[in-house]
């Protein structure tokens, strides 16, 4: 069968079509995105402004119509962080279904972090054993771990890429101070996750990223894919160290020429640098792997396995 999957995040909407059936693994047939960057329109009082919405609604009419161009034999349409958190979520949520006809899912935090470990456990397998996993989204930051497909312990933190940037890092490059207080306020938030959910976790066998930002910062610090398995190279602490102070020098529109980085992640690339390192720090990983599959690849997996249970309604977690 054909699906199609239209996740809207906190930077992009993005359109996902696959070839799938029980048993095998999907095989994309389409991919395009549009570049919001909705916390751009976020106002003091956390509502999405007119323009964010407009634009919203823009982005997912051309999602649908390429859909109906295509033609796919069922559609799943999500949405994160950005729009669960907005002041008014709900509202945006029922001016989408009027102007555009798509009703959107919103996943939950623990959603975010349980299907995309699902994505991660089947990309590696079993033998992966007990896996920590990093996802740096736009708007929040999630982090999982466990043995099995869903995780035993994960937690949601508003510490997305996009939010941290707006929050923190106004200058273009911003200054010392403000890098300082993100970091010191990451610092805090990873350190209190740490030791009141994973505190009686086993050392995890292999610490995962996965995400556009992640991937992105494992193609300017690791270099390119392996020639031969296509593989993502590894992301090293010290790698992440040792770029971070060129990123914070840079301003945006110079970040997205460097290796890896879209002119769209040029702005939120350093944000997204310093959440990971201290991340990867807290937790105490010298390396991290990258995972090609993430939230939407999850998705699909989930919706596959249903396929074998005629008449299941596809909860928002399983």
């Known amino acids: 069968m054909r699906l199609g999957v239209i996740d809207v995040g906190s930077n992009t909407v993005h359109l996902l079509v696959v070839d799938a059936h029980p048993g095998a693994s999907p095989v994309p047939y389409h991919s395009e995105r549009s570049t919001l960057r909705l916390m751009r329109f976020i106002d003091d009082d956390g509502a ?87 996802d740096i989204g736009g708007g929040s930051f999630e982090i999982a771990q466990g043995a099995d497909e869903y995780p035993d312990a994960q937690v949601s933190l508003p510490l997305g890429a996009a939010r941290a940037t707006v929050r923190f890092l106004r200058g273009d490059p911003p200054n010392r101070d403000a890098v300082s207080a993100l970091r010191a306020h990451a610092r805090a938030a990873f350190t209190e996750a740490r030791d009141t959910l994973f505190a009686d976790r086993p050392k995890p066998t292999r610490v995962v990223g996965t995400s556009k930002t992640i991937r992105s910062l494992g193609r300017l610090v690791g270099g390119p894919a392996d020639p031969v398995t296509g593989a993502p190279a590894p992301i090293y602490y010290t790698g992440l160290r040792e770029w971070e102070p060129t990123l914070r020098e840079m301003p945006s529109d110079v970040r997205q020429y460097l290796p890896g980085i879209t002119p769209e992640r040029g702005p939120q690339i350093l944000a997204g640098a310093i959440l990971l390192r201290t991340a990867m720090k807290v937790f105490d990983v010298p390396t991290l792997i990258v995972s090609p599959w993430a939230l939407r690849e999850g998705i699909v997996l989930r919706y596959i396995d249903a396929l074998d249970a005629p008449g299941r309604v596809l909860p928002a977690t399983p």
């Open 48 to 134: 999405i402004v007119e323009e964010g919405q407009r634009l919203l609604i823009e982005a997912i009419v051309s999602a649908a119509a390429t859909v109906a161009e295509i033609g796919v034999d069922d559609v799943i349409s999500t949405a994160t962080s950005a729009i669960r958190e907005a002041a008014n979520g709900e509202d945006v949520l029922a001016r989408i279904v009027r102007e555009t006809g798509v009703e959107l899912q919103v996943l939950s935090g623990d959603d975010e972090a349980r299907i995309t470990m699902l994505a991660v456990r089947r990309w590696f397998g079993w033998s992966a054993g007990e896996i920590l996993l990093f």
